[in-house]
């Protein structure tokens, strides 16, 4: 078919001029509208041609005067989109509103916009009719109607194609084209008119050939126009005469055939006009008879063969350009029977089976097997395992099936095959499982707890439903959980039952599974959701609590309400509360399910109140059950006492013990949380001392990271939530002067037999530092044995060594009372008596070291790591 161009749009347009009512004016009227207007946009109250996406508008002139009928041409397959406008918002106030609707025919569903334009998208033929726009304001109403036609210009629905034809054929050559206008169809040969005559005739899209001639080859064309377009299509016929040819199809040389089967020789010369068939056997002429066939288009079929027809079968064609033959020898072979055939079993899902299949066949051909289910071959490629063949023996196609499933039910049949004929058996294998899912769930009778759910029953899978499940979720949770329903257990005839115990206020969806003695099946798809009636809370708030606040205030306290127990809208609670002992119980409403709190304020409210207080929900259905009694204290205040006898005492050069005693509970006007111990330099302001905090009700605290040798004073307070009290009279300590710097030096050391003595200068303290009381030493036999802590109060240890002793690591330092100081350490060598010191000084202990005492020495055990 040649490509035709797109076609243009043509739209034009009717006028119908009224008399307009003289409450519904405008500014100006045009008088002459062209019937064809170029393409553009309609602007103000002239029409005009549509876009190339045929997006335009018409205005509804009955407003003021007069309403358009246009004509829409389409192109070729690209949909449209039409547009009705109304420019009488530009003319006399108040502004007209403005209705569109089609009168012959329902409103398409195409239609967009409102007002003054009407949009219709992929206009098309069912949008043609009577178009009516109404017009009305304060001042009246008033209605006009105009027609929309759409046109088409032609396209081809059916066209000719090259073609071959023998000679003394007849031809039909038809070309059909859509397009409005109902488009007209006249016909070219080479390029000139053709009219019928003699053997042609003409017939609109209709072109016949009687008793084709060499003479009618040549190109032909169809034409199909109206007045919006013309369309083309071409097309070239080739008249042939041929004497009979058998070289491209000759008759098959060997033909086997089955002994008692039916043999098909077709004989397919080649020839123009078509030949006339003979048929012999060697030099027996056939013919027709019950077990001898000649079809029309000169095949040959043999029925009911037995070894006399082997031979030579020779077919001759002929017709008025020559002849010829070709012959085929016919082979008669012994016939493929079934000799076990499959036997019909019933299965469970998931069993194993298999289906037997044996036969005999030809021995000097072939035997293949193939099975079908349900008539479609099985592909034992793309099965998953599920299908093997159960043997390797030719006359063996047993069918192993593993793991069965409910597809896997149906009519099996094998069919055993050589290249002259075939047997097939089938049996029938049912495959019983869990029922499939019920379908159509319905939900109905909602209330508050409960609904009514009804199904209709899906496949048992050969195996009675016995009985019902329903489940539920909730937007709450995406879990799937069963539900309690009347009956309780819902039996495999059912199709409906109540679902009970559901959470009143609350979007549900429901789902039904079904179940037999094989299992549970699969489950329906889920209704619409659906959200059940409200009620008034059945369930009090709980974590009721509260406390702390400011002074002369209660504070209550409790855990938010989940979605699950609001149970209907307008949700929120309800506190009572009194002190404790009175009578009369004061209630306040605290709305919104999220509020989490409730403060109550009085200037009569004491510190530390204890006040007995209840909750319960509501809603807009009513109110829930009351919690139990719980007892909340009002706001505390700072403690009113201190404590007293506060003792401080210095440890070391940087710590000290802080003990007191405690204030009387009496005194208290709250929970006494513990204590805070104040310390500050002498010199400095109590509001820059440094503070550590205690919890319970501990008296004692030890305080680190002091100054040496330095004067601090010490006060201890009571705390509670509400602050601190007052604090204790203040009491001074002086931290101790921190111990020598200077770690011990030459040390040295000398065996005799299984000691080690170890000697080093004695450290004298500077007079800034404190005393020398005595040494530590830490011995290590090696990096993987457990050290050995010695006290020592003179500059020389003796320290027990085994045999095999060969070298040790020690460190040594002094100590008193601003603690240890820094320590030496030494890497001992049996065959050195001299020091060898290792410059880092920082050896750790491990975590276990052993502890001896003699008279001279002692030796402690320490059972966490020791860092001297």
């Known amino acids: 078919m040649e490509n035709v161009p797109p076609r243009k749009f043509i739209i034009s347009w009717a006028q119908h001029k009224v008399q307009p009512p003289a409450h519904l004016g405008f500014q100006q009227i045009p008088k002459n509208i062209p019937k ?137 050559w038809s070309c059909v084209a859509s397009g409005k206008p109902r488009p007209t169809v006249r016909w070219l040969r080479d390029g000139q008119p053709l009219t019928s005559q003699n053997r042609i005739e003409v017939s609109g899209g209709e072109l016949r050939f009687s008793k084709l001639v060499l003479e009618d080859s040549g190109m032909y064309q169809c034409v199909a126009e109206n007045k919006h377009g013309t369309v083309y299509a071409s097309a070239e016929l080739t008249v042939q005469a041929l004497a009979p040819d058998f070289r491209l199809n000759p008759v098959k040389r060997l033909i086997p055939a089955a002994r008692s ?60 350009m020559g002849k010829a033959n070709s012959t085929g020898i016919l082979s008669v072979r012994d016939a493929t029977k079934i000799t076990l055939a499959p036997s019909s079993a019933d299965i469970n899902v998931g069993e194993n089976l298999t289906l037997q299949c044996h036969a005999s066949h030809d021995p000097t051909m072939d035997l293949t097997f193939t099975w079908s289910l349900d008539d479609f071959p099985i592909d034992f490629d793309k099965s998953e395992g599920h299908y093997r063949r159960a043997s390797a023996k030719e006359a063996i196609g047993d069918l192993s099936i593993s793991n069965a499933q409910l ?195 009085n200037e009569s409210i004491a510190p530390y109140t204890p006040f007995e207080v209840k909750i319960r929900a509501y809603n807009r259905k009513g109110e829930g059950p009351e919690s139990l009694t719980a ?37 208290m006007t709250g929970v006494l949380l513990g204590y805070e111990i104040r310390y500050w330099k002498d010199g400095d302001k109590e509001e820059a001392a440094d503070r550590v905090r205690t919890a319970g009700l501990v008296t004692s605290a030890h305080v680190t990271g002091l100054n040496p040798n330095t004067d601090y004073h010490v006060s201890v307070r009571a705390y509670n ?58 011995y290590r036999q090696d990096s993987h044995s457990a050290p050995t802590l010695y006290l020592a109060s003179k500059s020389q240890i003796d320290i027990p060594i085994p045999e095999d002793f060969t070298h040790a690591f020690v460190q040594i330092r002094v100590t008193g009372p601003g603690g240890d100081g820094t320590p030496a350490e030494v890497h001992i060598l049996r065959n050195s008596g001299t020091s060898m010191m290792v410059e880092d000084s920082g050896m750790r202990p491990a975590p276990h070291v052993v502890v001896v005492t003699t008279n001279s020495l002692l030796m402690v055990a320490l059972i966490s790591s020791l860092e001297l």
């Not at 009168?103 to 003054?116: A, T, Y």
């Not at 080649?270 to 012999?280: D, E, F, I, S």
């Not at 007293?644 to 070391?652: D, E, N």
């Open 631 to 667: 007892i909340v204290y009002s706001a505390e205040e700072e403690p009113k006492a201190a404590p007293y006898r506060v003792i401080a005492k210095s440890v070391l050069s940087s710590e000290m013990d802080v003990s007191w005693e405690p204030v009387e509970q009496g005194e």
């Open 721 to 778: 939530r509400a602050g601190t009290g007052p604090p204790s009279p203040a009491t001074n300590v002086t931290t101790t002067r921190p111990p020598p710097k200077r770690p011990p030096g030459n040390i040295s050391w000398t065996f005799s037999g299984s000691t080690v003595s170890i000697k080093w200068d004695p450290v004298v303290a500077k007079a800034d530092e404190s005393a020398v009381t005595g040494y530590k030493m830490l």
């Open 407 to 601: 597809r896997h039910s149906g009519r099996y049949t094998c069919t055993a095959q050589t290249v002259v004929d075939s047997a097939s058996e089938s049996a029938t294998l049912t495959v019983r499982g869990p029922p499939g899912p019920p379908g159509g769930v319905v939900v109905r009778d909602i209330g508050d707890t409960s609904v009514q759910l009804s199904w209709s029953r899906g496949f048992d899978n050969h195996s009675p439903i016995a009985r019902y499940l329903i489940e539920a979720r909730t937007l709450l949770s995406n879990q799937w959980k069963q539900m309690r329903t009347n009956p309780v257990n819902i039996e495999g005839n059912a199709e409906t039952a109540q679902v009970v115990n559901l959470i009143p206020w609350m979007d549900y969806e429901f789902r039904v599974l079904a179940s037999n003695i094989l299992g549970i099946g699969e489950p329906s798809l889920p209704s619409s959701k659906i959200r059940t009636k409200e009620a008034a809370p059945t369930v009090a708030p709980s974590g009721l609590g509260g406390g702390g606040g400011a002074p002369n205030e209660l504070i209550i306290t409790w855990t938010p309400t989940l979605r699950d127990y609001q149970h209907g809208e307008g949700f929120g609670y309800i506190v009572s509360f009194r002190r404790k002992g009175s009578q009369a119980w004061l209630r306040a409403r605290v709305p919104h399910a999220e509020s989490l709190h409730f403060v109550y304020r």
């Open 261 to 320: 089967g039916k043999v098909i020789i077709p004989c397919q010369p080649r020839a123009a006009p078509k030949a006339t068939v003979l048929w012999t056997k060697g030099t027996e002429l056939l013919v027709n008879s019950s077990r001898v066939t000649i079809t029309a288009d000169g095949t040959l079929i043999l029925q009911n063969i037995s070894k006399s027809d082997e031979g030579k079968y020779t077919c001759f064609a002929e017709n008025f």
């Open 36 to 172: 064809n207007i170029p393409k553009g946009r309609l602007r103000s109250h002239l029409p005009a041609a549509a876009s190339p996406n045929l997006h335009f508008q018409v205005f509804c002139f009955q407003v003021f005067l007069t309403i358009l009928g246009l004509t829409i041409i389409f192109p070729d397959t690209e949909g449209t989109e039409l547009s009705l406008d109304s420019p009488a918002r530009l003319f006399r106030s108040p502004v007209p509103r403005i209705k569109w609707r089609k009168l012959d025919g329902p409103q398409s569903s195409k239609w967009i916009g409102s007002e003054p334009l009407l949009q219709i998208q992929q206009a098309g033929f069912e949008d043609e009719g009577t178009y009516e726009c109404e017009a009305e304001n304060a001042k009246g109403r008033d209605t006009h109607q105009g027609r929309i036609i759409i046109h088409a210009q032609p396209d081809w629905l059916d066209v000719i194609s090259d073609t071959e034809a023998d000679i003394g054929s007849d031809l039909r």
